[in-house]
């Protein structure tokens, strides 16, 4: 195997095993699948294809399936693949192509098959070319995890797909030069900012604008369901199946924003909110006295200790473990109602989240008022992805020694480095603002062109610094899309994409000055010019 998609892959990519739990197998599987979707993509790319809406929702669906920590049952897989294959025989069948590729017809074939066909399989490629086809690839799985969630609201987007077509089938084009890799690579940050709003208009449409709301991180006694991941239709299907049955329902993770939405905290056992990122699920599942259900990516591999309580839905699955379909939860509830629960009431501390564009620009004038008195000289948006490799404390160290005169908006899971601590306020406005989910980050593009606007002053002008971490694909797009809205100055950690070449990089620092995280103290003091 060959993979280095993820910020905590060995040095020169894992090669044995990934550090998330993946064999070789299921990455020769996934090199596969993926390597099908660009066939689909330039079976349809140029042509007036009937039900190419199926096509495009086949392909999304399968990125998704490719990103970090989502599928690692290579029995789900095989099935995605035939399924692959049979949309390749109809397309070439539209088209009147000859047979592009023939499946083979065993699971060993087929990894033998996909040996051929995996990022490393031409040695001889030109690394530059090579590191911005993989940039392209992971921002294009990235692209479809949001564009995935968007359809599950009935939420789909013409120009999404067409992008999505295009940049695919751009990826087995020999010709494509390093500035036509380059282009289509903003291209992807561009049509990602289109998407992430496409989402948040599926999720503040059906469940309302998030506000300021506090979300209790105690427990409550008697049966108790976990739910992690990123899917709020998910939790909102099972609020509905759980309520009146005397189980009370916890978020995890990237779930912990659910509360601030109106359309899901209204269900009163909706109890808080249960340990932290992702990382920690192992320690932290095998804690929790209840059934667990793991929605979208995340997933670790589970412990025996809960493997008989853990559920998955939608294209997560481990094998093993059951899988639930059509958001059917009976199963899940069963087995929450068999066991204990919390023994007793716990209140526990109380976080705030809820901060999404809408509510932080309801107060826009004491913001701007705030600025203009100079009590609020800097914002730090400090988030993105956790992970379990070592030097992601310096985003709780940076936190915690940026200025009291300064604002931190945060977002996704890297939060939970530091979101139980105290910053107080500046006249009332919170000194840190949970924006939400990763998807949200088109809320933290809102504000600060809305900041922009206000002060008169172009975007790299404000007093404003993106410290972001990054764990895996998702991140790859939110990145490709600051870069097309032209942010500058960047940091970025706990260390820079192992996939991105020498030459690549050098790019990426001359245009836009991307610059890898040092220390708190030194970046602190180079950002504040005390340096």
């Known amino acids: 195997m060959f993979c280095d998609q993820c910020e905590q892959t060995v040095k020169g990519g894992c090669k044995v095993k990934g550090v998330c739990g993946k064999s070789g197998d299921t990455s020769g599987l996934q090199d596969l699948l993926q390597h099908q979707l660009k066939i689909i993509a330039s079976l349809i790319y140029g042509h007036n294809i009937s039900e190419q809406e199926k096509y495009v929702a086949f ?5 998704f399936t490719t990103v970090t920590n989502v599928n690692f049952d290579d029995e789900r897989l095989v099935k995605i693949i035939k399924e692959a294959q049979l949309l390749i025989d109809e397309l070439q069948g539209k088209t009147g192509k000859a047979p592009v590729f023939i499946l083979a017809e065993t699971e060993v074939e087929m990894l033998t098959q996909a040996e051929s066909l995996g990022i490393m399989a031409d040695p001889a490629l030109d690394p530059d070319i090579r590191s911005l086809r993989e ?8 692209l479809a995890a949001y564009a995935h969630h968007a359809s599950e609201f009935g939420s789909i987007d013409q120009t999404i797909s067409a992008y999505t077509v295009e940049a695919l089938a751009a990826l087995l084009d020999g010709t494509k030069t390093i500035n036509d890799l380059l282009a289509l690579n903003l291209k992807c940050g561009e049509v990602n900012i289109k998407c992430m709003e496409l989402l948040s208009n599926s999720h503040t449409g059906r469940f309302g604008h998030p506000v300021p709301t506090e979300v209790s991180i105690g427990q409550r006694k008697g049966p108790a369901i976990l739910v992690s991941g990123h899917d709020l239709l998910d939790l909102e299907e099972l609020l509905k199946q759980t309520e009146g049955k005397g189980i009370n329902v916890y978020t995890h993770g990237e779930m912990l924003p659910a509360h601030g939405y109106p359309g899901l905290n209204k269900y009163k056992h909706l109890a808080g909110n249960y340990g932290g990122a992702w990382q920690d699920q192992q ?21 025996d200790t809960y493997k008989d309580r853990i559920f998955t839905g939608g294209l997560v699955a481990w094998p093993g473990v059951k899988h639930i379909t059509e958001r059917n939860y009976s199963a899940l509830i069963k087995k929450a109602l ?4 919390f023994s007793a009431d716990i209140p526990g501390k109380k976080i705030l989240v809820g901060f999404g564009h809408n509510a932080v620009l309801g107060v826009a004038d004491k913001v701007i008022s705030a600025i203009q008195a100079g009590k609020i000289k800097h914002f730090f948006l400090i988030g993105g992805c956790d992970g379990a490799k070592s030097g992601r404390n310096y985003y709780t160290e940076f936190a915690e020694q940026a200025p009291k005169d300064s604002v931190i908006l945060t977002l996704a899971c890297g939060k939970f480095r530091f979101n139980k601590l105290d910053f107080g306020n500046i006249d009332g406005i919170p000194r840190l603002l949970d924006i939400g989910q990763c998807n949200d980050a088109y809320s933290a593009i809102q504000i600060a062109l809305a900041l922009s606007k206000a002060l008169d002053t172009p975007v790299n002008d404000l007093p404003l610094s993106f410290i972001l971490s990054w764990y895996e694909q998702k991140a790859v797009v939110i990145l490709l899309s600051l870069l ?5 100055g960047i940091r970025l950690g706990p260390t820079l994409p192992e996939f991105v070449s020498p030459n690549v990089l050098d790019i990426l620092v001359k245009n836009y000055k991307i610059k890898p995280v040092t220390t708190a103290e030194n970046d602190l003091a180079e950002i504040l010019g005390r340096s």
């Open 59 to 63: 392909i999304t669906a399968g990125l």
């Open 135 to 142: 940039l392209l690839t992971y921002g294009l799985r990235g």
């Open 283 to 303: 320690k932290e599942f095998k804690a929790f006295p209840g059934s667990i259900l793991m929605t979208t990516n995340c997933i670790q591999k589970p412990d």
């Open 338 to 341: 068999e066991l204990d629960g």
């Open 484 to 488: 097309y809205l032209g942010i500058q």
